[in-house]
């Protein structure tokens, strides 16, 4: 039975399919695959998923008018099944997949799983934005399911939107529902819109990741749907643009500068609610975005989407991307995007799973906690496990676990704190502890593992906890970190204060070992590091990299200056001034000829943290 509203406004109930929109995915699946490949070819390529979210509020707006309910629970259960159906089967098999491959090659990939995790729940972005991404830093490329944040921003909206739906009347076709959830989704629109232009020139990750800084897009997307069926002399005024026009300029702003990036998302939105209204049938773009080819593209823009990202992370991680082997990356993006959306997406989607819809939610909630628990695995028990690269690459795990060489309790100990930093000098401080004059200790929390709800201040006052009971006269206590971390005085400082303040009386030596050069354009990781599935020859030249010293060091002027503050402020802390040890000109390179002295941006390799032995031995061989 049709409803009046229906009637009066001339909708009809049947499938309003509209191939030109699955074309516009096509193109915005396009652009962003081209941008993952080579930002230099497509800069602003990336804004394809902004024209995603505009589709798919347009999309969903559309789809929820054509299934008008009186119930709300019928409501609520329909739309979560067919999200449900949509989504969870192709991300499931892609996670489980990709999960697996990483491991093989990364040798600690708990970040990539723990994002693979969070994105099965939807909350992929809230873990980027947790863990401060940087979407466009070089070092997301190495996280296979960075990629998955526009699915979390999507899921999360789809919990409030059917909610608005509902009680705004509009999902019931009450007499004033257009109205009510046009003037609820406008509100919501601007502030969203207000939000996102305010907090991303001062927080990109909170602009970028969340989803109320992203809502407006796709209640654009909404708003259009809505406009269209109140008012046909929008449709009548903007179907006279020539889309060429609209296409044009939505190209040409993908070749504006990151520094305009908020002027370009705003723009493309705008332009992307255009687009959809100007495609019209008799017009050429319209014969080419319903050309059948085109058309598939958008059909399995969700499978190209997943796997295209995850197929280039791992590329980078082993063979890399280059000019010869971007078409055989292509031809298995597209294979494995055909696969899945032929055996996976349209049998799972268009099936009856169960017959009654409370059940396929609840073992599509099934499937994904199995998962979580599957892949978690990897996270803990079976870290490492898989890793088929050199054994011997495997430092840069080691340098996590808890390192302690004992030979003599009268002996003073070193204890090695801080972040990953520290661990530049493990093998430096196991070296000299083999020869029997003191006994080493090197805390794994203070490098680079945060404990669970306990927050950074783990990675200095844990061994104070753990130790303190230990401490005796003599015993050295050596700190390193990071430069990042000195930026905040209230933070690590403050720890390194506290340190020392709670053990004076044990009457230790304490060393402050100052912080390494940092090379921001080094992609960073285990990447660096040749092996037999990655070939000197494939590894990027983006591995070396090379600053100016003074540049350097005006950049983290901030940090230098609460460091010395911090060493006048505690006359009794030796200073080894480790930057000039290891890059004593004005220029500063990490690598040696075709050597690499780094392992990434800044973490020394083993050799050359050997350099700094020297300076070590000066302060502890009188001790």
Not at 61 to 67: F, G, H, K
Not at 134 to 162: C, K, M, R
Not at 476 to 485: D, R
Not at 503 to 526: Q, R
Request: glycine share 8%; hydrophobic share 45%; net charge positive.
């Amino acid at each position: 039975m049709i409803s009046p509203d229906i009637k009066k406004n001339n909708i009809s109930t049947k499938n309003r399919y509209r191939p030109e929109i699955d074309g516009l995915r096509a193109f915005a699946v396009t652009a962003v695959i081209i941008n993952h490949f080579n930002k230099d070819i497509l800069p602003g390529g990336y804004l394809g998923v902004d024209i995603f979210f505009v589709i798919s509020g347009f999309v969903i707006t559309s789809s929820l008018y054509q299934r008008p309910s009186k119930n709300f629970k019928d409501f609520i259960s329909g739309f979560y099944e067919r999200r449900i159906k949509r989504l969870v089967p192709a991300l499931s098999v892609f996670v489980l997949i990709t999960s697996f491959a990483i491991c093989l090659f990364n040798p600690n990939p708990s970040v990539s799983l723990l994002t693979g995790l969070s994105s099965l729940f939807g909350l992929s972005n809230l873990y980027l934005f947790r863990e401060s991404t940087d979407y466009f830093a070089q070092s997301t490329e190495l996280n296979v399911f960075t990629h998955t944040w526009s699915l979390g921003v999507e899921e999360q909206f789809y919990i409030l939107f059917p909610l608005l739906i509902w009680f705004s009347g509009f999902g019931r076709q009450t007499k004033n529902g257009i109205r009510n959830l046009f003037i609820i989704i406008g509100v919501l629109t601007i502030a969203s819109l207000i939000k996102f232009i305010y907090l991303y020139p001062i927080n990109q990750s909170a602009a970028y990741f969340l989803m109320p800084n992203r809502f407006w897009e796709m209640a654009s997307g909404c708003l259009l749907f809505i406009g269209l069926q109140k008012r046909k002399s929008i449709e009548q005024f903007f179907e006279k643009v020539p889309p060429i026009l609209v296409l044009g300029l939505i190209v040409g702003i993908m070749f504006l500068p990151m520094s305009l990036a908020t002027t370009s998302t705003v723009a493309v939105v705008i332009l992307s609610l255009v687009l959809i209204i100007s495609l019209k049938k008799g017009k050429a773009e319209y014969n080419f975005f319903t050309n059948s080819r085109v058309v598939y593209l958008g059909l399995i823009s969700y499978s190209l989407y997943l796997w295209h990202w995850g197929v280039l992370s791992i590329s980078r991680w082993t063979i890399g991307i280059h000019w010869w082997s971007a078409p055989f990356q292509v031809a298995l993006v597209f294979g494995l995007a055909v696969a899945s959306y032929r055996w996976i997406e349209t049998p799972l989607r268009k099936g009856n799973w169960f017959g009654k819809r409370w059940k396929t939610i609840v073992v599509g909630g099934g499937i994904i906690i199995t998962l979580f628990a599957g892949i978690f695995a990897l996270v803990k028990p079976l870290k490492g496990k898989l890793f088929i690269g050199n054994p011997y690459n495997k430092w840069n795990m080691k340098i996590y676990r808890d390192t302690k060489i004992t030979h003599n309790r009268l002996l003073p100990t070193i204890y090695l704190i801080g972040d990953s930093h520290a661990g530049h000098y493990g093998s430096v401080m196991t070296d000299l502890a083999s020869k029997k004059e003191f006994n080493f200790i090197m805390h794994p929390q203070g490098l680079g593992l945060k404990l669970l709800n306990k927050g950074e201040e783990e990675y200095v006052l844990a061994p104070l906890r753990n130790y303190k009971k230990t401490f005796k006269k003599g015993d050295i206590i050596i700190f390193s970190a990071h430069i990042g971390k000195y930026k905040n005085e209230h933070n690590w400082i403050k720890q390194y204060e506290t340190f020392i303040q709670q053990t004076k009386n044990n009457k230790m030596e304490f060393i402050l070992f100052g912080p390494t050069p940092t090379f921001k354009e080094v992609k960073g990781g285990y990447t660096c590091q040749k092996e037999w599935y990655r070939p000197s020859w494939a590894i990027s030249h983006l591995c070396f990299g090379e600053i100016k010293k003074r540049e350097w060091f005006a950049s983290n002027a901030v940090s230098i200056a609460r460091i010395k503050k911090f060493l006048l402020a505690n006359p009794n802390i030796s200073y080894i001034d480790v930057f000039s040890i290891v890059c004593p000109d004005s220029y500063c390179k990490n690598h040696d000829q075709n050597t690499l002295t780094f392992k990434d941006g800044d973490h020394l390799t083993s050799g050359e943290a050997m350099k700094v032995r020297n300076a070590i031995e000066t302060f502890i061989r009188p001790k």
